[in-house]
């Protein structure tokens, strides 16, 4: 019998597993296990979101996210599959991180509403030439004391590209 070989990081493979309601269990191991939240730090619950985002001005960019989720504490998150590399991903991920945090409140609401924002990257290809690391975690950090500055924003790119 023939194997067949199944890219880990096709889009309709990685949407049919992970952003189903019935995987929602599976959906939450690995978000926990890639953000690395254990115990009462762990997301135990998620609503998958609409995963199209309107431009805030007429002349924007419409984002079409993979996966889009608000978990138990009103944490959203992106959950991107890149197989090929594209120009300008570090801005491109900094982008859907912005947009799903504008996306949050609109014009008279109070700054107070805006939740935390999680991006999740997985790649087919090296992003970074100045470490192997297979995981980055980005942050806002002071350049004075390196240390976390803003938690709201996080970044997490997974290099996947020898996975399969």
Request: glycine fraction near 2%; hydrophobic fraction near 40%; aromatic fraction near 8%.
């Amino acid at each position: 019998m023939n194997k067949i070989k199944v890219n880990m990081l096709n889009d309709v493979f990685f949407k049919a597993l992970l952003c189903d309601d019935r995987h929602k269990e599976l959906t939450l191991n690995f978000l926990n296990s890639i953000l690395n939240r254990t115990g009462k730090q762990a997301f135990c619950d998620l609503e998958f979101l609409d995963k199209e985002l309107e431009p805030i001005i007429d002349a924007g960019k419409v984002s079409i996210l993979d996966i889009r989720a608000k978990m138990n504490d009103n944490t959203q998150v992106n959950i991107e599959v890149q197989i090929a590399k594209p120009k300008n991903m570090k801005k491109r991920a900094l982008f859907y991180w912005s947009k799903l945090y504008s996306y949050q409140i609109s014009e008279g609401e109070d700054y107070s509403l805006l939740n935390d924002v999680i991006s999740i990257n997985l790649l087919n290809f090296k992003l970074f030439t100045n470490h192997d690391r297979c995981h980055t975690a980005c942050h806002i950090t002071d350049d004075f004391d390196k240390k976390l500055s803003l938690k709201i924003l996080k970044c997490t790119l997974l290099n996947c590209r020898n996975l399969s």
